[in-house]
């Protein structure tokens, strides 16, 4: 076990955890932002995805060690905005996008990121950008849909 | 429309129709409640107090409305739309309604139970009663209050009006003096064309929590003095569990405790939820989730084989002997089909199989329980949880009363939460360790230790006479504890000499209820049949299907044909000319139709093939018939939901067996759809009928996978008879 500092929405907190404990797993046990969820916990579902610094990654692939250098600002579906009014989040209530909602704060996530880095996506962008993110109930016409109006929001 | 209603009979109509709603409709004299802290529109002022009016209702002083969601929701997004129901008689503004979610009651509610599409089929009527009788004694108390007829009374969003004198009265100015009224005796109910919530795209209530990331699911659940749970089973079916050494376990940080649990102990009668439940586990609890996953796999277990290890070859094999030599159940018969198989002119014989699918919810299998001696508090995604509550009953010798249930939002049910062993576990661990415990699947559990949709193989065989008229059916089919024959389905009633013929196979597999059993393999292959048929009968496919439609209509065969032949074809007509059937689009295209859990829809799906010859769906057209569309943007999403589910699970999904023990165990050697491969488009289209609405969960998913092998076959010239489809295909 270790101390560590680590900056989630924009506080600085301190965990003890062994290192190699993902970073998934301290911000839902530790710091309860239980918006962030565990799908697999192999990299391969999306469901974890927060930002590092503004892009997406699989928090459930992040060790705490490695996260807690160089302030790296780490930001999870709660401060992704205030209130919920980030373009992605406004587009995803205006799609109605959620059934069981339980993958969708990974794809908010990375649809997030995807728009930081290209705020005018293509068809083709948006399946490559959003293909690591994995709803079992099926929403992936009105994510795609979604994130067309939160590029428009943006621009 | 009127409706008779007392307490008695209330009591008999939801008993009989189930659906979540009210048993005892008990109005309860004016009973304050402290407003509870629940989130609500920002716009929407609390009430100072609360009127119950009955087990569904709260009225504010202010004319804020709490409406109980009875039903558990896993994703069909009944929270919205069973409110919605009671909304629209109670005569309400929508913006002005909070809803909760309820728990477990069965003194005021029946059939809390999230399965077969059957929430709002079931809950239409009494829902609907339950609002338009709140509306009547709000009206009455109106009535004394404004010293007029009760008659002369209309109301409007929450208000009452007296036109003649022009007074007027809010629901929450009236409602503490309507909760001491009499129940009245009969109540009217809205005429279906002045609903102004019932057909209106509603957004899911929850939407804003989950754009937010507040917790919601049952894996979210975060106590005072919560540990965390986790479980080790047998890898392999067939095995049972012999010993364990959790010495090193015991030795890693944050592991509190490892011990044995019995989820079946000798003499204790279990629910058929509890399902095909592993008895004996090793359970593990510690402070963090992350610590119990990785204690778990320092626990040295010894297994013991106590039953013949299963492959999927093996299943394949034994299956195939079912359908040649096996001795089948004659489940329906009409005609002599062996002697019009004779006369036939041609015959056209295909056989389909499918594999084990998991359920794969997104959320994993986890539930809060917290057990002491005399309570026993649950907590935690469930689509039964009444049954979970007797289990515990049994389990601990426990009353129900001593006993509570909550449920949360589910990540996902699909048919895997009726089997409530993850609860049962929870609970056990609960007691063990003596302290509130949250028990959490990883994915490899979850996905290794499933209630899977059975493997099936069938055989189906048709005959024409020499101008292309089905003149005998047979079908012939077998899966894992049960066939998937519906024999009383279309193509039954269309076919003067038809055979349906059923063997069920024995395994040590656990399988149970997957998003539209059995339908979900049938509807495919018959639809891919029936294809088959009528290219050897020379006919357009819809054109062919019309005509069967159009016999069962004018002169049905037998009695017993389980389906409207004229929604049916409606379905189909409808999405002929939404699709452009008879134009050409250019793109390989496939049809289907098909009916379950009391819903019409039919599919054209279009496909090209990219140029490793990999297949993408362009769109799918999809025309359903549910009667009336209760929330219409609530339902197309289920609908879509249900097409990309299906073609993903028939183009991906398959779990297969060595030894007893999955090949697949997480979704890097699993595969599900994903976000590029879905349709680009779909587009949806109602019949409108007026007709008392049916569910949607489940309809849009079985037709689409004959409609994809259908168009499979136009894009490839090869026709597809065994998922996952992508096995036989490049890419
Ligand atoms: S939980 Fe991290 S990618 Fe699935
Ligand atoms: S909305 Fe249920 S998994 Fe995506």
């Known amino acids: ?155 | 429309m009127s409706t008779h209603q007392t307490r008695r009979n209330f009591l008999k109509v939801s008993t009989a129709a189930g659906g979540g709603f009210l048993l005892g409709f008990s109005f309860l004299t004016s009973c304050e409640q402290k407003p509870a802290a629940v989130a609500m529109a920002p716009e929407l002022k609390m009430p100072e107090q609360w009127t119950q009016l009955n087990g569904y209702l709260k009225i504010g002083e202010n004319g804020v409305v709490t409406i109980i969601n009875p039903n558990p929701e896993i994703g069909q997004n009944v929270k919205t739309s069973m409110p919605m129901i009671i909304a629209e008689e109670l005569g309400v503004d929508w913006d002005n309604v909070i809803v909760e979610q309820g728990k477990l009651d069965t003194e005021n509610f029946s059939r809390q139970i999230a399965g077969g599409s059957q929430s709002i089929r079931q809950g239409w009527e009494p829902l609907r009663k339950t609002g338009a009788t709140a509306r009547a004694m709000l009206i009455a108390a109106a009535a004394q209050q404004l010293e007029v007829p009760a008659t002369e009374l209309r109301t409007e969003k929450g208000m009452i009006y007296h036109d003649a004198s022009g007074k007027s009265v809010g629901y929450g100015e009236v409602a503490s003096l309507a909760a001491t009224l009499d129940v009245p005796e009969e109540v009217e109910l809205k005429d279906p064309k002045d609903f102004t919530i019932i057909g209106q795209s509603t957004k899911n209530v929850d939407a804003r929590k989950i754009v937010t990331g507040q917790p919601l699911f049952g894996i979210d659940t975060k106590r005072e003095g919560m540990l965390y749970a986790g479980i080790v089973h047998p890898p392999a079916f067939g095995l049972e569990l012999k010993s364990f050494n959790a010495d090193a376990a015991l030795a890693m940080p944050g592991i509190v405790d490892v011990f044995a649990i019995d989820c079946a102990p000798e003499g204790k009668q279990l629910q058929w939820s509890d399902g095909p439940t592993v008895r004996k586990q090793v359970a593990i609890v510690g402070k963090s989730t992350w610590q119990v996953l990785q204690a778990k796999q320092a626990i040295e277990v010894e297994w013991e084989q106590t039953s013949a290890p299963e492959t999927s070859a093996g299943h394949k094999e034994k299956m195939a002997d079912l359908i040649a030599n096996g001795k089948a159940e004659e489940a329906r018969r009409d005609g002599d089909p062996e002697a019009a198989f004779a006369r036939a002119a041609k015959i056209v014989e295909a056989t389909y199989s499918a594999p084990f699918l998991p359920h794969n919810t997104m959320e994993p299998m986890n539930f809060f329980a917290h057990v002491t001696e005399d309570k026993a508090e649950l907590y935690g995604p469930i689509q039964t949880p009444e049954f979970l509550e007797k289990t515990i009953a049994t389990l601990f010798d426990m009353d129900p009363a001593q006993i509570e249930v909550g449920m949360s939002r589910m990540g996902g049910g699909f048919g895997r939460r009726l089997y409530g062993s993850f609860g049962v576990e929870a609970a056990l661990i609960s007691k063990a360790a003596g302290a509130p415990v949250q028990l959490t699947y990883s994915r490899e559990d979850d996905m290794t230790q499933g209630t899977y949709r059975p493997d099936y193989l069938v055989k189906y065989r048709a005959g024409l006479d020499a101008d292309g008229n089905m003149i005998a059916f047979h079908v012939r089919g077998t899966g894992t504890h049960g066939s998937p024959i519906f024999e009383n389905r279309f193509p039954a009633g269309t076919t003067d000499n038809y055979l349906a013929e059923k063997i069920s196979m024995d395994s040590n597999i656990s399988t149970g209820a997957w998003r539209a059993p059995a339908s979900n393999f049938i509807a495919g292959a018959e639809q891919a049949f029936l294809d088959e048929v009528a290219e050897a009968a020379g006919k357009d496919p819809i054109d062919f299907r019309l005509e069967l439609f159009d016999r069962a209509i004018k002169n049905p065969v037998g009695e017993r044909n389980d389906y409207d032949a004229e929604r049916y074809a409606g379905v189909l007509k409808l999405v002929r000319e939404k699709s452009g059937w008879d134009a050409d689009s250019g793109d390989a295209r496939g049809v289907a139709a098909y009916y379950c859990h009391n819903s019409y829809v039919a599919q054209v799906l279009d496909l090209t093939l990219d140029t490793s010859g990999k297949p993408q769906v362009e769109k799918v057209y999809c025309a359903v018939d549910c009667g009336i569309v209760v929330n219409p943007e609530g339902a197309l999403n289920q609908i879509e939901g249900g097409i990309i589910d299906g073609i993903g699970h028939a183009l991906f999904g398959q779990l297969t067996f060595t030894d007893g023990k999955p090949d697949q165990s997480n979704f890097n050697t699993y595969r599900l759809i994903r976000h590029p491969e879905a349709p680009r488009q779909i587009e949806t289209s109602f019949v409108e009928n007026g007709i008392a609405p049916t569910g949607l969960g489940e309809p849009s998913l079985p037709p689409v996978i004959g409609a994809l092998a259908n168009a499979l076959y136009q894009a490839t010239g090869e026709r597809v008879y065994d998922q996952p489809f992508m096995g036989s295909l490049p890419g």
Request: include cysteine; glycine fraction near 10%.
């Open chain 1, 1 to 155: 076990m270790a101390n560590y500092t680590i900056n989630v929405n924009g506080k600085a907190h301190q965990v003890e955890a062994a290192p190699e404990t993902p970073l998934l797993w301290v911000i839902r046990d530790e710091l309860g932002y239980v918006g962030t969820k565990f799908g697999c916990g192999i990299g391969q579902c999306g469901a974890c995805t927060v930002h590092i610094d503004g892009v997406a990654m699989r928090s459930c692939q992040q060790p705490i060690s490695s996260v807690s250098e160089n302030n790296y600002q780490i930001t999870t579906i709660e401060g992704l905005s205030e209130n919920g009014e980030h373009p992605v989040q406004q587009a995803w209530l205006e799609h109605d996008v959620p059934q069981c909602g339980y993958c969708q704060s990974g794809q908010m996530m990375s649809a997030a990121s995807l728009l930081n880095q290209i705020p005018n996506p293509t068809d083709e962008d948006i399946n490559t950008g959003m293909a690591g993110n994995i709803c079992r109930c099926g929403t992936y016409t009105r994510i795609h849909a979604a994130v067309k109006t939160a590029a428009g929001k943006l621009s």
